[in-house]
């Protein structure tokens, strides 16, 4: 069974950083994505790493955000710099199995920059 448990997060400044983390058990090197979802609005993508570490960003965080890989600790990062008010969002991370239900993490609150 796959598992996705989230880590990180904290205070920030505005323009500070904050780095996620999302360690996976039960699957080997799966393509990991990370979406958001801030109140009164439908949850988005914000990145995502496939098997072969290529990345994909939405245009919002290109060139603020950085998602990168561990595979020996199975888990995925979301470094985020230069946080903005409109990055105030619960953090999900995401797993989309090529059969079966969408494996999420539990959720990491990025509270507004104060």
């Known amino acids: 069974q796959v598992q996705l448990v989230q880590s990180g997060g904290g205070l920030v400044q505005a323009g500070g950083s904050l780095r996620l983390s999302c360690a996976a058990t039960?699957?080997?090197?799966?393509?990991i994505g990370w979406y958001r979802q801030a109140p009164g609005k439908q949850r988005e993508f914000v990145a995502r790493?496939?098997?072969?570490?290529?990345?994909d960003y939405a245009d919002s965080v290109k060139d603020r955000f950085t998602i990168s890989r561990d595979d020996a600790k199975r888990t995925v990062y979301l470094q985020m710099n230069s946080l903005k008010p409109d990055d105030t969002a619960g953090h999900y991370c995401n797993y989309n199995p090529p059969v079966g239900v969408p494996n999420w993490g539990q959720g990491t609150q990025v509270p507004r920059p104060s």
């Open positions: 790493i496939n098997p072969s570490a290529s990345t």
């Open positions: 039960g699957i080997n090197f799966p393509p």
